[in-house]
């Protein structure tokens, strides 16, 4: 895989994705390590001088009066680093690590943190060579960014603490590094600080969200147009000209894409004519291209935000290229990454609501339209789909929860200096759940759509919902019939919307959704 380069400017999002998810290698560009050079100079201007300098010459946070000698600084460094490794709980997922320690080396590149070009060189190579420090679930208060979780890594660029090699094994950073043949480094005056004040952790985690509700959005566009479908609903509520009289960007792309997904289909057609009794459908089907369009506006709002984030150098004191000043800042506080990941906890809850109704809708007799009782092959002897909506409902009451939002929390911190915090990395972690948990309802939606388009027989779906349903015959997914053991199939579908399958089958037959 070809290497991803850190330059002075900011990272592109698919190349987060690319280091993050895909494993691919990192190079420092000629021009970052020029401007990490500079930087460089100006610090060691600073650490010889006289006056103190905050983060250089100086203590931290709440003790930052205490002026620290010269021939201490090393030990500074270094007791910063091992004191502020102090997460704890499960290890977070290889993917967030990545993606962390990428953001932490994009803002080192930028010139503004004073570390030198060798600690950076060294963070890249972890990266190249796959080697993940083991970070923790907890010691992360979004302020001054994500102390704890960094730290850690900063700990493995020292030889301490533990690691994750290529194959995933735990191992002593200093073996792991050894049989790389990578050299640890002893951090200088203003490294340690600069490794571990960032919003890196949580922003990773928000790129990589984006990605994910794009793909997840486009699959419940799939899913909704299905159940219109296949519970004889109309898709004329999605035409274009009613979408042009509110105009919300996301609502007209989603109902374009309902209308390119259900074109020639024959379950529409059969109810279209004058002897048609529909007056309205229910809002979980009317209403899709609203509640989906929604999400879509919010989730491109949270990556114009995560583009500005990938955009800036985060770090306290910062060296100012302009006059090579050092100066103190707030910009490590989280709170434009937090707000928006709390946002996104509520996009996906109430997609994933939206679905659970839409797929309720198909096991109750009274409102399906014909269909058995709870899709079942013989009622009473088979209970169908009714778990799986239980399954659904399940997922979807945890998702509430779960959009409760982390920032409006603050715990004063050291000693009160730190005494209004972000809790966007807390944020960021439950949004991990919520998008799981998304993929799981829309998984169950989809298999349930697909057995009620079975069960229309010999109506004809339409190409591109017909292809949805070919896809998971392929993957042994069997059609309506006695009951069998569901959970098997239930995770067969949620990895087809995890990988973009479902979305590829689509788009394989209208060409690509919005």
Known sequence: MSPVTVDVGPLAPEDVVAVARDGAPVALSEAALAAIDRAREVVEELAAAPTPAYGI???????????????????????????????????????????????????????????????????AALLSHDITPVV???????????LAPLAHCALALMGEGWVRDRDGVRRPAAEALAAAGL?????????????????????????????????????????????????????????????????????????????????????????????CNRVQDAYSLRCSPQVHGAARDTVEHAATVAGREL????????????????????????????????????????????????????????????????????PGVDSGHMIAQYTQAAIVSELKRLAVPASVDSIPSSAMQEDHVSMGWSAARKLRRSVDGLTRVLAVELLTAARALDLRAPLEPSPATAAVVALFRS????????????????????????????????????????
């Open 57 to 123: 010459s100086t203590g931290f946070g709440a003790l930052a009066t205490r002026h620290i000698p010269t021939e201490m600084r090393a030990q500074l460094q270094r007791s910063l680093v091992r004191s502020h490794a102090a997460g704890s709980g499960p290890e977070v997922e290889r993917e967030v690590v990545r993606a962390l320690m990428l953001l932490r080396l994009s803002t080192l590149a930028t010139g503004h943190t004073g570390v030198r070009r060798e600690t950076a060189q060294l963070l």
């Open 136 to 146: 923790h679930e907890y010691g992360s208060l979004g302020c001054s960014g994500d």
């Open 183 to 275: 050299t640890p480094v002893e951090l200088v005056a203003k490294e340690g600080l600069a490794l571990i004040n960032g919003t890196d952790g949580m922003l990773g985690m928000l790129v990589m969200a984006v990605a994910d509700l794009r793909r997840l959005l486009r699959t419940a566009d799939v899913a909704a147009a299905m159940s219109v479908e296949a519970q004889l609903g109309t898709d004329r509520v999605f035409a274009p000209e009613l979408q042009a009289i509110r105009p919300h960007p996301g609502q007209a792309l989603s109902a374009a894409n309902l209308v390119a997904i259900l074109a020639d289909s024959g379950v529409v057609a059969s109810h279209r004519g004058p002897d």
């Open 311 to 378: 955009a800036s150098a985060v770090d306290n004191p910062v060296v100012l290229a302009e006059d090579g000043r050092v100066e103190s800042n707030g910009n490590f506080h989280g709170a434009p990454v937090g707000y928006v990941l709390d946002f996104l906890a509520i996009v996906a809850a109430d997609v994933a609501s939206i679905s659970e109704r839409r797929t309720d809708r198909f096991l109750d007799k009274a409102r399906n339209h014909g269909l058995p009782p709870f899709l079942a092959g013989d």
């Open 475 to 514: 993957h042994g997914v069997e059609g309506p019939g006695p009951d069998r053991h569901l959970a098997p199939e239930i995770e067969t579908a949620v990895e087809l919307v995890a990988s973009g399958a479902v979305v590829t089958a689509v788009e394989g037959v209208v060409g690509g959704l919005a």
